[in-house]
């Protein structure tokens, strides 16, 4: 048989790097700025730019990485648009090693960006590169949390960790999706992490948990047959809905608690209003193979959350 060709390829490696995936960590980076400029912080177009020029290479660097892991699970999976993989190694004869290939090219470039963003200084001649404005130099702490994302995203899937394999995945993915990923938005903006902005990122990051069960549940047969041992395939389906009902309590009650203290009132509304989308969810959970109302609410509770600290900044366009 033929090898590929490398229009194949570029559509394999498009479709592998889950596009609709890098627009809503670009979403949740939206987020964590947001966060920032509503909390006082001067907003840098151009160093928010930077940010997320070092960020998207980095998230599709894990994206590739989770392709080549998941190959055999992904090959057995009844795909569905919010789980599974992306299905391009399986339905192609392109060589897995590819996804690993592509997976250290875009970790290296997003790395590259980050390291010339905080080192330089905007002094003429200070590179052979030109230079970036003083302003857009990225802050250390962000670089540290993104460098972070990256090292935990690679064990997420792969050795010597593999922590979604090892039950642990669900917890890592929704620390690095609902927290460290909007406070490195926050600390693009702010040069630092502060105890408020932590707590605020509590309720999604518990969102994004309870997502993740949704997800993982279409895939636990073909987990299951390949050693991947998710909660899905840990859990029985009544302790998968007690953890699903337990997520959502937690979500609402840590944003009523943080609503009038560390949420102004458009965010506190912005964070709880979407999360009602759980309540079909969790009656209907473990009995459906389509994690809809969880991937929805998620992204609500993104998107209000974003456009509430938007207005409390006072964002041109904004309710404000």
């Avoid at 992904?74 to 993989?85: K, M, Y």
């Avoid at 050693?227 to 979500?251: D, Q």
């Avoid at 969790?282 to 209000?304: C, I, K, N, Q, S």
């Amino acid at each position: 048989m033929s090898a590929p060709g490398p229009g194949t390829v570029l559509v394999a490696l498009w479709r592998m790097s889950r596009p609709a995936q890098l627009a809503l960590i670009a979403l949740v980076y939206a987020l964590g700025v947001a966060m920032a400029v509503g909390r006082g912080a001067a907003f840098d177009p151009a160093r928010v730019g930077v940010g997320l020029a070092a960020l998207l290479p980095v998230a599709a660097s894990v994206h590739y990485a989770n392709e080549y892991a998941d190959v055999e699970t992904d090959a057995l999976t009844d795909r569905t648009p919010f789980s599974g993989g992306s299905g391009a190694l399986g339905e192609t004869d392109i060589d897995p090693r590819l996804a690993l290939r592509a997976a250290v090219a875009t970790g290296v470039i997003g790395l590259a960006v980050l390291a010339f963003a905080v080192l330089s200084t905007g002094a003429p001649g200070a590179s052979a590169l030109p230079a970036l404005p003083a302003p857009s130099t990225l802050p250390a702490t962000a670089a540290a949390l993104l460098v972070g994302i990256l090292a935990v995203g690679w064990q997420y899937s792969v050795g010597p960790l593999r922590l979604a394999w090892r039950g642990l995945g669900e917890a890592t993915n929704a620390a690095l999706g609902g927290t460290a990923l909007p406070l490195y938005g926050f600390a693009v903006v702010t040069g630092r992490v502060t105890t408020a902005a932590a707590l605020a990122t509590v309720p999604f990051a518990l969102v994004v948990f309870v997502n993740l069960l949704e997800t993982q549940w279409p895939d636990r047969r073909a987990d299951a047959a390949v050693g991947k041992r998710t909660l899905a395939t840990r859990w029985s389906a009544g302790r998968l809905r007690w953890a699903y009902v337990a997520g959502l309590l937690a979500a609402v009650g840590t944003g009523v608690t943080l609503a009038g203290r560390v949420f102004p009132l458009p965010v506190a509304v912005g964070t709880l209003a979407p999360m009602v989308g759980l309540l079909p969810g969790a009656a209907r959970f473990t009995d459906r193979e389509e994690p809809l109302f969880a991937v929805v609410t998620m992204v609500g509770v993104a998107v209000a959350s974003t456009a509430g600290w938007a207005v409390v900044a006072g964002v041109p366009g904004g309710l404000a």
